[in-house]
């Protein structure tokens, strides 16, 4: 498995679970910074993983590459719909 933290900010970080094998929930709220973590399957065991209540918080912030990743993995997505916002979490389950 490969991770990697994508921040607002735009810095992006490996990380590697604490168990080596998987994130545990309480894993992924430390890292993406939430309370509630949503699932955007981008395909072929690739996850990306964002908070859920992200656009709800009032400094929220749009995180250009999840967005990225995102429309890539989704080109049927009208260009309105907003994207990824806060700290996302990419995990490459195949690797």
């Known amino acids: ?5 994508y921040k607002t900010d735009g810095t992006e970080t490996e ?17 993406i ?11 072929n065991g690739v996850d990306l993983w964002c908070d859920e209540e992200g656009l709800m918080k009032s400094n929220w912030m749009m995180n250009v590459k999840a967005t990225e990743l995102y429309r890539e993995a989704h080109p049927d997505i ?3 719909e907003l994207g990824i ?9 195949t690797k």
């Open 15 to 31: 990380v590697f679970p604490v168990d080596g094998k998987e994130f545990q929930l309480e894993e992924m709220y430390r890292l």
């Open 1 to 5: 498995m490969k991770a990697i933290l």
């Open 33 to 43: 910074d939430c309370e509630i973590v949503e699932l955007v399957q981008l395909g």
């Open 85 to 93: 916002v806060g700290n996302a979490l990419f995990v490459d389950n």
């Open 78 to 80: 009208p260009p309105q």
